[in-house]
């Protein structure tokens, strides 16, 4: 199987690089391809020979989504669109990475029946692109990710979470850290692996919730992250009102891995998946 990858050299590309072992990978740059260029995307994908297309290029800053709203919906909406086109033209499966950005609150784990919210740019960007590619193909399969932490880190993000965290830590032995807005934290190397045994296994075309099992606060992991790492920092808890941003964000977007775990097998926990990243 010859699986095509955009944005292989991100912080979740760079993961399926490495544990795609049992099948052929074609890793595309932003410089290989560049997908607000709607010519060029159609010329170069209908030309590259593939079975599988996995897409995890997005426009992810979510404050300059905020500001830039045409180049998100571009990103991450039309581009996405045309590449299920193009796949369904191929007769290739399309693996799409979406979102918990979709949703805004909740009170137990999101299924993927859960019923979308998105409060900013990025979160309806992404939504209205699985919506386009699930509208124009049937073999489409949607990956919402969450709270990612990778060795690559995050391209335009300067880093990942667990970095910035333990980087603060040492330079000011305190930290602030939103406490009420509860998440599912996840490694890109554990999607990674949910990817090739979702490939591996055959599992039907749909969405699913591709996250480390359980969920915390963005506080509660910050302790965990200074704690493992043994850096001599005090955590204090903050409410989302006391950091300002222009970007509204989910006061809960823990998501229920339970359909993919059913199918592939189990999934570690973020406190596993931190340790071993750690």
């Not at 939103?178 to 599912?184: C, H, L, T």
């Not at 950091?243 to 973020?270: F, H």
Request: one cysteine or more; aromatic letters at 8%; hydrophobic letters at 40%.
């Amino acid at each position: 199987m010859k699986i095509l990858l955009l944005g292989a050299n991100g912080q979740l590309g760079s993961d399926i690089v490495r544990a795609s072992h049992s099948f052929e990978i074609i890793p595309w740059l932003r410089c290989d391809l560049d997908i607000t260029d709607n010519d060029a995307l159609k010329t170069k994908l209908m030309q590259q020979p593939f079975d599988v297309l996995i897409n995890c290029t997005s426009y992810h800053n979510t404050d300059q989504a905020e500001t830039n709203a045409g180049l998100a919906f571009s990103i991450n909406a039309h581009a996405v669109k045309e590449m299920a086109l193009l796949c369904k033209e191929k007769k290739a499966r399309f693996m799409h990475i979406s979102t918990d950005y979709v949703f805004s609150h909740g009170k137990t784990p999101l299924t993927e029946t859960s019923s979308p919210s998105p409060l900013n740019v990025y979160g309806a960007s992404k939504l209205m692109g699985e919506t386009l590619a699930q509208a124009v193909y049937d073999d489409v399969m949607i990956f919402r990710v969450a709270s990612l932490f990778g060795i690559a880190g995050a391209s335009g993000k300067g880093g990942n979470f667990v970095e910035t965290m333990i980087r603060l830590g040492r330079e000011k032995g305190k930290l602030r850290v939103i406490a009420d807005q509860i998440m599912s934290p996840t490694a890109t190397a554990d999607i990674a692996e949910m990817l090739i045994k979702a490939l591996e296994a055959n599992i039907p075309s749909g969405i699913y919730h591709a996250v480390n099992t359980g969920y915390t606060s963005w506080y509660e992991f910050a302790k965990q992250i200074i704690a493992g790492a043994q850096v001599n920092a005090v955590v204090e808890p903050i409410s989302a009102a006391e950091y300002p941003s222009i970007t509204m964000r989910p006061s809960y977007s823990a998501l229920d891995n339970s359909k993919l775990a059913r199918l592939i097998g189990p999934i570690p926990t973020w406190q596993a998946a931190l340790d071993k990243y750690l």
